[in-house]
Nanobody, 115 residues
């Protein structure tokens, strides 16, 4: 059974920074990254990194967020800088299996940005 262990959420003032991490129980993923969701809205992608190391960001976070990975630790990190109130959401770690394309989710971690 695949496990995605998230950490790093919390409360921060606008303009501040947080780093989210997601450690996977194995390494055979074609993609890993983060989605986020607010009440009443659909879950949206924030940043996804491929095995090649290529990272894709949604427009609203590009230039402020940086997604990186540590292959040896099966861990991805989302460095979030210049946080805005509209970044407030539950952030979910995401991983897609490289062999069968199954998608796995973490339990979610709350990020709250206050004005």
């Amino acid at each position: 059974q695949v496990q995605l262990m998230e950490s790093g959420g919390g409360l921060v003032q606008a303009g501040g920074s947080l780093t989210l991490s997601c450690a996977a129980s194995r390494s055979t993923f074609s993609r890993m990254g983060w989605y986020r969701q607010t009440p009443g809205k659909q879950r949206e992608s924030v940043a996804i990194i491929q095995r090649s190391g290529n990272a894709v960001y949604r427009d609203s976070v590009r230039g402020r967020f940086t997604l990186s990975k540590d292959n040896a630790a099966n861990t991805v990190y989302l460095q979030m800088n210049s946080l805005k109130v509209e970044d407030t959401a539950v952030y979910y770690c995401y991983a897609q299996d490289a062999f069968d394309d199954n998608v796995y989710w973490g339990e979610g971690t709350q990020v709250t940005v206050s004005s």
